[in-house]
């Protein structure tokens, strides 16, 4: 289990992701076009990798605080489901959660989590993505060691870590809602299709 420090590119919006470990989390890799799209309306485009796909640890809410620069912390949604934060001070990605806040997952964004501060890779602190998804939207070739096509087997491994999750209430307290009103900290802003995801 460690203490991940969470921070974005110029350091402003700063937190840590706290008992995270391969088994305290669930990581993949998403190739899906709102996650392209996402990166794209952030002008990031080394969140992507060549083929278009982002690495994402996700974990519980309740694990997860920031410590400062929170003033910076802005949200956007291409879909009812999903809002994705961002730091809007250097425009890092940070998570993607559900709109509901109930919902017991952060879904933590390579860039925001500053696993190199103890000397340790991602592989070492987060274990390797578990699976691809979404490979279909693709905008290159997958490499050779890409993660695998998901299996039942790890579906059924995520659904049962959510599920602990939520019964050990960890979706609270979430940094992304807030606590009395149950609203997203940031009001989401819609990006349309023909504006902002071309
Ligand atoms: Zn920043
Ligand atoms: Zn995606």
Redesign the pocket.
């Known amino acids: 289990m460690a203490g991940i420090p969470l921070r ?6 700063r937190g840590v992701a706290r008992a995270v470990s391969p088994s305290g989390g669930f990581r993949f890799v998403c190739y899906c076009k709102d996650c392209q799209a996402f990166a794209r309306f952030l002008e990031q485009p080394d969140v992507l990798d060549a083929a278009g796909c982002t690495d994402i640890f996700q974990m519980p809410p309740g694990h997860v605080t920031f410590t400062a ?1 929170l003033d ?1 912390q802005r949200c956007v949604r291409l879909s009812r489901k999903v809002l994705r934060w961002y ?6 990605p940070i998570a993607n959660t559900a709109a509901d806040p109930r919902f017991p997952v952060a879904a933590l964004i390579h860039s925001i989590m500053d696993c190199a501060t103890d000397g340790r890779s991602r592989d070492a602190l987060l274990g390797p993505p578990l699976c691809r998804i979404y490979e279909h939207s693709a905008i290159g070739s997958l490499p050779s060691n890409a993660a695998p096509p998901p299996s039942l087997r790890v579906f059924a491994r995520r659904a049962t870590k959510v599920l602990g999750w939520w019964i050990r209430g960890l979706a609270r307290p979430n940094p992304f809602f807030d606590d009395r009103s149950k609203a997203p900290r940031s009001v989401p802003r819609v990006l349309t299709p023909r504006v902002d995801r071309r």
């Open positions: 974005c590119r110029c350091g402003r919006m620069g910076a730091a809007n001070c250097c425009r890092t």
